[in-house]
């Protein structure tokens, strides 16, 4: 009985199985050599002690006179139930404990094997079930296998292995094996019989949790997230209302100078993290939603589900943002195409970019020389040749060269 109490006790300590279901596996197991063994396990009771991590087979007959038995799995003699407890009368029940060894060694092999298998399967049903109610929780893991299109983790608290596909690894993301990765479960399903985890660090649902586990507020109902869109590692909005009037919702998602955006921003590879105030005054929402650009007018076609917004032209590369990347993310946070016009009702292509979209690229001292001398914009920077720059900033020639080359491929990806 070792051999089988022993796979039982192993699998038992180390996997996330409850008792009952446990027990159930094994009476299952026994039963079925009962049932080779004897034709039916009607007359058994298979009792399963947890706790010591053993188990007990009783045989159960009644016990009859000699030369009376007429079904020898139900009924047992008078003098052959003595054998086994000289007190039996006629008509008890005689209770008989069975050795596994009774059952033969290829039998035992086989009901190990099964046991094995049997709880393998609870194990995948379980971690299937538990990660399918954890979707959308962060999890916290230590990078076990670097592949080509993938990352294996294993789930700090269960060791569970989870996928982290590189198309949902955040610009920037680069792990060693047994670093540790934060991101949110986005899918659970089974392949081929078994668990299949993925997790995402580009979901928007991923810094929905960031903001829930930095901002009381947010966890309490207080305040709402009505609506979070990304371009993963480069820029991000979230509309966000509070429940409260006494509450800004703005400054409690950013903090007392930073302090709870900052962290997050950190996590996502400097992403750039505007919060604005939810509205159901559309014209105020895409207004707001095209942050840090201040609008003069607005024109909303409901119909076309297209925005016409007016602009200083100072104010036009912030509302564009670097790689049109501001106004793709009002688009997606408003429902609306917006469409971008000078003052002068001139409709503007997207072609220039603020400078200040550069200060991950280019130090703010070049960034301040270059305002200094009236560019604003990337466009207005590469209208000047390099002489012209160097003699008007006094920057390195080595400066100006590099801030040309940033700039230029700017505009080269765009042109792609």
């Given amino acids: 009985m070792v051999n089988l109490v022993d796979v039982f006790a192993d699998f038992k300590s180390g996997k996330n199985i409850d008792r009952p279901t446990m027990v159930r596996v094994l009476e299952d197991v026994f039963r079925t050599l009962i049932k080779k063994k004897y034709g039916t396990d009607d007359n058994f009771d298979v009792i399963v002690n947890t706790a010591k991590g053993d188990l007990e087979i009783w045989r159960v007959r009644e016990v009859v006179t000699d030369g009376e038995v007429t079904d020898e799995r139900a009924q047992v003699s008078v003098s052959e139930a003595h054998n086994i407890d000289e007190s039996l009368e006629i008509g008890d029940e005689c209770y008989e404990q069975l050795s596994i060894d009774d059952f033969g060694r290829r039998a035992i092999m086989a009901a190990r094997q099964t046991l094995v298998s049997r709880i393998m399967e609870l194990e995948k ?197 670097k790689s049109g990347s501001n106004i793709k993310l009002a688009t997606k946070l408003t429902g609306f195409e917006i469409d971008v016009y ?43 040749s390099a002489e012209e720059l160097i003699r008007r900033t006094d920057l390195e020639e080595e400066t100006v060269m590099e801030v040309l080359r940033v700039l230029g491929t700017e505009f080269d990806e765009e042109a792609g």
């Fill in 342 to 384: 000078r003052n002068n009702q001139q409709e503007l292509e997207i072609d220039d970019v603020d400078l200040e979209e550069f200060s991950d690229e280019l130090e703010p001292w070049v960034i301040e020389a270059l305002k200094n001398i009236g560019c604003d914009t990337a466009r207005q920077v590469l209208e000047l």
């Fill in 125 to 321: 049903d379980e971690v299937f079930r538990k990660y399918s109610e954890r979707v959308g929780d962060i999890i916290t893991g230590e990078v076990n296998q670097i592949m080509k299109k993938e990352i294996l983790i294993l789930d700090d608290a269960t060791a569970a292995e989870l996928v982290l596909p590189r198309l949902e690894m955040i610009k920037g993301d680069y792990y060693r094996k047994g670093d540790m990765v934060r991101a949110i479960i986005k899918k659970v399903e089974m392949r081929n019989n078994t668990p299949f985890i993925m997790v995402s660090r580009t979901d928007p649902g991923f810094l929905h949790k960031l903001l829930e586990g930095e901002v009381p507020e947010i966890e309490d109902g207080i305040i709402e997230i009505k609506h979070i869109v990304r371009l993963p590692g480069e820029r991000a909005k979230v509309a966000v209302e509070s429940h409260d009037d006494r509450i800004d919702p703005v400054g409690a998602c950013v903090g007392m100078k930073g302090s709870r955006i900052h962290g997050i921003v950190r996590e996502l590879r400097n992403e750039n993290i505007d919060i604005i105030n939810y509205t159901n005054n559309l014209p105020l929402f895409i207004q707001r939603s095209l942050t840090p650009a201040k609008i003069t007018n607005i024109e909303i076609d409901h119909e076309r589900k297209r925005a016409s917004v007016f602009l200083e032209p100072d104010q036009v590369s912030l509302a564009i943002g």
